[in-house]
């Protein structure tokens, strides 16, 4: 990895410098805020404790320019391989402090060099989070196409090359260190009676099956849903009542995932996350934000309120000692007219936001409050801890760390993205567009 | 019931002379039709007698007419009691022969004379199906309120008056000869935080669970779900998978309950009803139509086609031969700007002629179809039995059941609404509007 | 008015000794907050003198409790009429100093007596803002119904009873200072074919003509349109195009008021206000809060940012100096779960704190991250405006104007409520709920 | 064009010989339809004729497989240059007689031979319809880049490039015999704050100016709205309204242009129909079909009673004698799991259907059913125009223009995509995807 731009721009000592002119205000916000909070009763550094733990996987993919059918608008220095997107990953990390682990998909990451990629992940620090399996694609040389599904195909030889494509990346998660195979399908139909919705379900239980026997015993299945695209009239897995279904079926080590951005409009996705925290089936969580459908944009950019409702969630069921409660959080966007890297560092940050305000909700207080149904001051209460400017605990939680106060700034002084525009041509082979 | 207008003005004599009139033409269509299916190696008269065999329940509160939260507008000959109800619902059976059951409500239909509603009921030769209770409603002398809830309040002397008014329901309907509890509640929160989402749902599931065990051996449990409406932010149960959950904590005599307008926009209802078929826990329908939310329209008034396709996964669960599926049909509809008796006996017709052309499709060539992936045909296929005009045979399946060829025209040649306005003096107690 | 408990329970003194107690704490959050905003080059005292400027009316329906179709749960002491509205009103101007005025509606607020009414209204030092008309209820011995619509409906009788009505309601508007008429209608109809869609707008445009003509010469003509309910296939006047054209074809008079809860899913509503300003049409707003439909919910306690967004327009139009923007801020909210004062209150702060977040924004900078494309960063100075908490501004903005620090803490502690608890019998005459 | 498949494949003659076979059940089917017509006073041969006078236009893309962000699969036999297209377009046109017309798009189908295209049109007895520009895609060479908007970019050298391009699209339609180009843009942000929503706007207009300006006399300008997609936050022509005040805006020959797809969830499509017609602004339509957004489906698949009442507004319009209806007609469908010739085929048939059902309507007695607020009995009336088997009709319309009656039989049993499969190699370029 000599010469890896991240290593040479965004150094420990590049942070350091920078943090160096922000600090003085830095601490003086911290100690004000903290007397602000002591005053609620909270005490500010359990809190930037708390957020400092908090961490977030970064999706490999989520480092190139994402596009939509119609197009999608290169930017200079998008990393060529799995090699050069740990790269990209490792700049957010070392920035933010927040993302230590890498979500990999493949065929999208495939390298020959499996060990290569462990150690390269290791010298940079990162480790490796749930690993993606991708059967909404052809590629080259398949033997069968996934145009009318993967799981859930008619024909057994194309499942059997799903789940056999499902396994390989078991396989290959295993020898990373990985600890959850995600599953999202694309499948389902465009029209109406084009598909036996009953059987396809069916067919989707027997090769998940297949799959989830094939798991590492520490090994957890995160099942994905989604409402609706590729497919337009029916998807197979379309919503956490199916998920959650297929879940039960297969066994405990299966989960479901929720993605903020495929549900139905107006879905109160916050209960969704207490419904499968009751049902002991919630694995954890692709992070975006979306206004119309699945729009991938950048985590609480859209409806901050709907994050920080998603994340009292969470701290509400450990407050209430919600056993067995592992998640796995992950970002799962698509930057198309940002920097990746930024938007990705933004986002983490974002949710640390929604993860502290949640944090100062003084949960005795609102618990008396919906007991006598007191239902402004109820709700007062969490928009009064939303309210609040929880910045400094954020860069303080980062500055302690060894992050930066500054992210962006830091970054963009940093000169890391031109460096890669040199350093990686241009990659033009997506840019055609899918009308 | 000497003298009631339903005896009086529809009488078997009056509607075999109005079919009279056009049963020639009828004949001719029948025929012509029965031809083209013929064609297509269909036996007309087998969906006609599985049309003339289909039932659908008429709410004693559907004969009423409806409002909104801005206003009401009555329409002359209102029933005023729950006697005067079945009156209107004996019309409906008479003209369609498609609703030989009414849906009661309590306390609505409250009477302190259960005997003589049997009594009146079996002279007018209609029976009783699901009984539905009310909590969401406060009435005159009540000790507790249900401003803030029901099943799940959080004080237990609420949830207590719930539960006892649920069984109450259950010993009435078992006198009247009811097989099933419909269990709809409006409990949920306005506001992010006036409730607390977990707890609030694992006292409902206390509270249904003591309902439960008060069911009679042979009846069922049906759990409806609404998205919103009552409550404005969040609803105990809001989605096919919280009722699902729900039905499976519960017993085997548990069963959900899918009312077309209670959904997120966009949503796959056929899918949900596929689902359920799976999970074996599809208890039965409230069918209405929608353009925005929980509009309660005249069934397939709206989109005639998801009516269409939601009868097509009931025909073709049988046709898979799914074991138990033994489904509460029921109109569930507010009629604001309609006469509620035509608007009733409209949508029965509705969901027959659904039915009818879902027994058009041919199955056999659609599995083939679905094998192949080709999706055009298999989409005309479903299009090819939908776009057949199959009004022969449900005025065929009407006329040899002794009702009428034309149900609308018959009922307002027959003077009915006047003689009803006539006897029964407006009731405007409900005409102010809230908002 | 002698004894009313507005004047009793509220008085200045009281409000100051509530005061008292949270001066010193506040006086150190504003002097902080103004340190901090000071590192950003805003004066903060500009953005306090503007929030305290900012006023919004309140409807006199919004003291009353609100319901659904399902039921109404009304709370103890509500106003019985528009005189006991006008105390509540002036509790909330008191308590918040942002309402100073009251926005009536007819008949509801009908009186023999409007002379008196001017005369309660000056002694609670309350004036009157936009009146609203309602044609979409029937009242007792009124000689036409609004069963099938008012300014539309096919029969010129009803048209000419709507007509007269709105005349009349300019002419008490007149008396009263009321510089505006608020137009909305629920006209349309519930099913495809009940109405000729061309033909009701050509009626709509026809009757308002004649309203039109009858504003007096500094008046101006708000028409709100309003997706669905209760109409619920088509509404006449269902989106912002036809509320423009509507305007354009009756004169530069008429404008264009958007209610926040009136569009349909997903909808950007402050592109709606962008363009509406560059009609040069925008006459006000309604504001409230939904996450489903018209839920007349408190405002900002859904979707915060959405509130924020629409005001950072506002403030954005008057950055680039857009001429004659004259805006009629109105709440249009339904109590159903909360004290309508307290909720009022609660809604009027919200405003005041979107509408400062909005002005910290940093707009010469925006321009420049806008000019570049910069979109994280322009991004980034929107939301950095909003997550700062702007509390001590507006609590400051209420203190120098006489108001309350903690409105909700002193409305509690003042016992008004169970004062005309003790006052006002129940009205309990909406209870029933219209299903 | 010697030896083109469309020519080879697709003759006259074989069109006549399955047209043989089939012929005589027609002639049947038509018969008794029109016997069942006549009873209700209609004349099959004039709804025959009026469907058979129908045309939409087939936009050139449309033939070849489409795909959405996530993948495309090609199938085999697409065609590779515009002359292809034509030919595939040609197919169409013989099996349904109803698309004389091609929409072209450039650059996709840039060719140095106009006159050569032309010709080749001419051969095929095509039409050219309305030019659509583009700018939401870069291509290879391209000095400025639409990543950040076209039309309403913040850099005037872009706009210029966008509108030069637009004047190209007009000169090269010129030549082609079109007579309106369709005017799309992607223009919008994906986050609050990247673009000022008035200025962009501002821009949009100063930019149509421009090319308005270049439009032949003879020629119009049709404005295409979208909600979303590709951009997530705002659109500049986001919905009629923005798109209604553009056209009055620019003048006299801009009109407005509705594609099915590109509005908000729930939101009545023939109103916008209706309020263009009122608007005098209303100048075509691009049909599809969706569930969700912009799914692109087959006209018709998802909600035929829709389509049909889009329908029923324009024969409405022209039944109230509307002036200067002059309406471009076209398919805009992206075909991911079907032969595009077949879904084009299907789709056009399925407007004729909804056509035929229209002029179906009984618009005398639906007009008295509206006058007197009969809801059901107007509902009924167009419910029963629907309901109706128009097949025969829509199979005679074709047979009379030497097109076939079974449009997919014919093209199946013809072998023109295995001929297509063997004269044209695979072109996979576009297969990769876009996340």
Redesign the interface.
Known sequence: MTGNPAATFIQARAIEQANARLQA?LEQ?YQ?LGE?LT?NGIEIDSVTNAVAAFEVAIPS?GVGT????????PQPGEPRSVFEKLEDCSVIQRLTGATPRVSLHFPWDQTGDIAGLKACADELKLGFDAVNSNT???R?GQTQ?????SLTH?DPAVREQAIAHNIECIKIGAQLGSKALTLWI?DG???????????A??RYLESAAKIYAALPSDWRLLIEHK????A???TVI?????S??AAQTLGPKAFCLVDLGH??????I???V??L???RRLGGFHFND????D????A???????LF?IF??LV??QW?KTPDLALAHMLDQ?H????PV??LM?SAIELQ?AYAQSLLVDRRT??E?????D?????????RA??????PILAMARMRRGAAIDP?GTYRSSGYRAACAARRPAN????????
């Open positions: 205000d916000d004000r602000l005053r993919w994402g596009g939509t059918r119609f197009a999608r608008f909404f694609q052809d080259p196409s996934y145009k009318f599904g008619t694309g139909a465009n029209f109406p009676g084009q598909q036996n919705l009953a059987r379900y069916e409402m609706y695209e590729p337009f009239y029916a379309q919503d956490w009542g199916s959650l279904m549900h139905a409009p107006n879905v109160n916050e209960m969704i207490s419904r925290v009751h049902a979306s206004k119309y459908g729009d991938d944009l950048d609480g950019s859209i409806d901050p309120y709907r409702l009292n969630e509400d069921a209430r698509s198309n007219v940002t920097d930024e938007s933004s936001r609102l618990d409050y919906q007991q006598d149904n239902a402004l001051m109820a709700s007062h209460t969490l928009k939303f309210t609040t400017d929880v910045q962006i033009l082979s997506f840019g055609g567009g899918i009308v």
